[in-house]
């Protein structure tokens, strides 16, 4: 691949997100108005898109407020990591063919190692507000993080033990004969579960919760600011669902009538509805339940896949 | 782990329900016929003005909104010489209506009354007065049914008129 292909597909892959993340917004919005019977923002442009355009222009002309309280440089940098570390994830996401940024042979542990680094913006974003909910949001979104990240990268692995390889080109490659989701459906639903706690979206917005935390970590960010964790949040729902598309669903494989791109992004589209579905519809666990889920069922059930997986790999 | 499902399938099925919105100025909401909104003045079914300038409408009104000012005409009729409604200080609660002896003043179903001027939330009696009977039809205030008496039922005498059935004009 030349240098010039190279710069194509960075700016393709960085403009295509961009347009995704303020999209998605729009998409919440009038997804969660059908399901609860309502139309949503329609008023603004053909079916309301451009709700998209006013709201970010409305951020830009929100006052830009650091509180005095807070540590004014951790305070900035914190919603910068959030989004970086999201985009640095795409890096490895494999498009369609050829269609991919950098195929790393360590793509799978990049990804893990980025959406641990994504745990940093909720710390440091919620420690540098100086604000005791926002401590709070930031402690239980640290705890939710790591707990999950654990068996987040285990689910990952019987994938990469049916593989052989940590490159997503390969892992997608490996599913021509059959999708990954079959024979690890039980790293499927895990990998989901805590794919959603990962980007910390109903029903795990526990570091968020604003019924009982106002607005958790991010309770004294405002303007763009604010806009930069919203757009994270809206990258990290696109990137789990390309990654559970590329591990678990084929990435770009599908019948021929299709070209691969158009197959990827089909796929990703349903994860993301079903995203918007699960925060449509599911209630707020309690911390502790949180905690206990993830550690006494899912650990549990990711270890056993991992066992069974790399038995019947060994055989 | 099967209710999570069966609550994700269900919110996905709200998708096929009707929308509850009214999406409002091209599709107007209906409004029952006793909906408290723009409060008019009345006419009888002889086209005179039902108010006789009681003032009963402006010492029950709890904001203050009504003023008015009684006079008389050639016959010895009371009407209003001016009648006037702030409804920027209106909280359309209906005691004037429920105050009115004649059911000359009457709050009908209509809320588009927003304005850019807050001045022009005044209405004058020619903005209030309306060319129709409201709510009561074929009510008038100076026509007597009078009372039943050994021979002559309501209404029979000289210068009575039949009584009107209220009940009937329920809405």
């Known amino acids: 691949m030349t240098t010039g292909q190279h710069y194509i597909i960075l700016g393709g892959v960085l403009a295509a997100l961009l347009t995704i993340a303020p999209g998605l917004i729009w998409l919440e919005r009038r997804l969660l108005a059908l399901w609860q019977d309502r139309y949503g923002p329609n008023r603004a442009g053909p079916f309301g898109v451009l709700i998209v355009l006013a709201d970010t222009i409305k951020l830009f002309f929100k006052e830009d407020w650091v509180p005095p309280f807070a540590d004014r440089k951790v305070f900035i940098i914190a919603p910068a990591i959030v989004a970086i570390t999201v985009l640095m994830s795409f890096v490895i996401v494999p498009f369609a063919p050829g269609v991919i940024v950098v195929d790393l042979n360590i793509g799978i542990l990049f990804f893990l190692a980025m959406s641990s680094m ?93 019924s009982e935390l106002i607005a958790g970590f991010h309770a004294e960010y405002s303007g763009m600011k604010f806009g930069m964790f919203f757009v994270g949040e809206y990258l990290g729902i696109t990137l789990i669902s390309s990654l559970v598309v590329c591990l678990f669903f084929g990435g770009w494989l599908g019948p021929a009538f299709l070209p691969p791109l158009a197959w990827f992004a089909l796929k990703t589209f349903a994860f993301i509805m079903l995203f918007i579905l699960l925060r449509a519809s599911l209630p707020r666990p309690r911390y502790d339940q949180l905690m206990a889920f993830g550690w006494k069922v899912l650990l549990p059930v990711t270890l056993l896949n991992l066992l069974i997986t790399a038995a019947i790999k060994l055989t | 782990m099967l209710s999570i499902l069966r609550t994700l399938w269900l919110t996905f099925l709200h998708m096929f329900h009707k929308r509850e919105t009214i999406l409002y100025p091209e599709e107007k909401p209906k409004l029952p016929a006793r909906w408290r909104g723009r409060i008019v003045l009345t006419r009888d079914p002889d086209n005179g003005e039902r108010c006789v300038a009681c003032y009963l409408c402006a010492a029950a009104c709890p904001v203050d909104c009504i003023a008015l000012q009684a006079t008389e005409d050639e016959t010895g009729r009371r009407y209003p010489e001016f009648f006037r409604i702030n409804f920027s200080r209106c909280i359309f609660c209906g005691y004037c209506e429920e105050a009115c002896p004649t059911y000359a003043i009457q709050l009908i179903p209509d809320f588009e009354m927003a304005e850019y001027n807050r001045q022009n939330l005044v209405y004058e009696k020619e903005d209030l007065l309306i060319n129709g009977q409201g709510k009561y039809p074929g009510y008038n205030y100076y026509k007597v049914a009078g009372i039943a008496i050994g021979g002559k039922d309501k209404g029979q005498a000289e210068r009575e008129s039949p009584p009107v059935d209220v009940r009937s004009l329920i809405p």
């Open chain 1, 118 to 210: 994504g745990a940093y913006s909720i710390i440091l974003g919620g420690w540098a507000s100086n604000n005791k909910y926002a401590l709070l949001g930031a402690m239980r979104g640290a705890a939710q993080m790591i707990s999950y990240e654990v068996f987040m990268g285990l689910s990952l692995m019987g994938v990469v033990l049916l593989t052989g390889s940590f490159s997503l080109v390969d892992i997608v490659e490996a599913q021509r004969g059959m999708w990954f989701v079959v024979p690890q459906f039980a790293g499927f639903i895990t990998f989901l579960i805590a794919g959603i706690a990962e980007t910390h979206r109903l029903p795990f917005d526990i570091p968020e919760a604003e």
